[in-house]
């Protein structure tokens, strides 16, 4: 059984991790995975610890972490890194993936022009 976390950077402003935990309830609706749960770095809760070991306690064998990231800065180069490690030595025997970040999806420039085009209606 595999776990979903969608993984955010975290903001003081709670509308902002809202819209993060919508985006996850959506996916979740849309998809094949029952298990989707959301972590936010900083700022805010869940962290990831939190949301692993709430995937660990239902029985996951494997955890994809899901950067909501535009880029591969530095938070995903060196935190990221980090956490999982110390997750994946914390939790024996779970697996955790990561994925690349949204930057490179050819979907984000059809995003941006339908909000482009939005703008000069």
């Known amino acids: 059984m595999t776990g979903l976390v969608v993984f955010a950077h975290g903001s003081s402003v709670a509308e902002a991790n809202e819209a993060v935990k919508r985006v ?16 936010f770095l900083e700022a805010a809760k869940p962290d990831l610890a939190d949301a692993v070991a709430a995937l660990a306690a239902r029985n996951v064998e494997r955890v994809v972490v899901l950067p909501y990231f535009l880029t591969l800065g530095i938070h995903l180069r060196r935190d990221l ?26 979907a984000l420039a ?7 085009n939005a703008a000069l209606q």
């Open 24 to 39: 996850s309830a959506a996916m979740q609706a849309k998809g094949r995975f029952d298990l989707v749960e959301t972590a």
């Open 81 to 106: 890194p980090r956490i999982v490690a110390e997750l994946t030595a914390k939790h024996n025997g779970l697996r955790i993936d990561v994925t690349e970040p949204l930057d490179g999806h050819p």
């Open 110 to 116: 059809d995003i941006l022009l339908q909000r482009a």
